[in-house]
């Protein structure tokens, strides 16, 4: 399969190595043309707030916006913050808002800025979870399902084609979410 991953800004080298590693060929987007002929998209983590800024300067918000309501996409934390519906703090306008979420951003504050854990993801419990000024799915459509768990926090959802995390599978050796993705 070919395999975008958002290249604007972020942990973009990570998910391409990891689409790679399991035998399909990743693609750099950045522009709107990059986007055809791709059969599924990954959002990576960064900072979110960069990522609209240049997703707006490379017009690239509304053909993304369009593609993401079509083909498989796993956005992973800044990533699932673009694909949100409701941010919070309330009032900061929704990025691409495609998946029916609520997601609070920077959930964990300074304190616990980036910490690692083991959660429960899609059944497969002790998964290895890289939070990095991680946000946190705070209310979830009725059509929006929870994938992985962390200390009883909703960490990973999914609506259909749509997945999002709040951790960074892509930091990690263990290749088999991007693999469940996949499939
Ligand atoms: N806190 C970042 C944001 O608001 C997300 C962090 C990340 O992607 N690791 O966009």
Redesign the pocket.
């Known amino acids: 399969m070919r395999v975008g991953v958002l290249a604007l800004q972020?942990a973009v080298r990570e998910h391409l190595r990891a689409v790679q590693r399991l035998g399909h060929t990743g693609i750099e987007v950045r522009l709107p043309h990059h986007l055809h002929g791709l059969d599924a998209i990954i959002l990576p983590?960064?900072?979110?707030?960069a990522m609209r800024r240049l997703l707006d300067k490379a017009e690239l918000l509304l053909p993304l916006r369009e593609f993401v309501l079509r083909k498989p996409t796993l956005g992973t934390?800044?990533g699932a913050?673009l694909l949100a519906k409701r941010l919070e703090p309330a009032g900061e306008a929704p990025v691409l808002g495609v998946l029916d979420v609520t997601v609070q951003?920077?959930a964990y504050g300074s304190q616990m800025d980036s910490f690692t854990g083991a959660g429960d993801v899609a059944g497969v419990s002790d998964f290895p979870l890289v939070f990095?000024?991680?946000?946190r799915f705070t209310a979830l459509g009725p059509n929006v399902s929870a994938v992985a768990l962390w200390q009883n926090h909703i960490v990973g959802v999914r609506a259909g084609l749509l997945w999002a995390l709040a951790f960074h599978p892509e930091l990690t050796e263990d290749l088999r979410l991007h693999a469940m993705f996949l499939r």
């Open positions: 972020g983590g960064g900072e979110s707030t934390c800044a913050i951003r920077n990095i000024r991680a946000p």
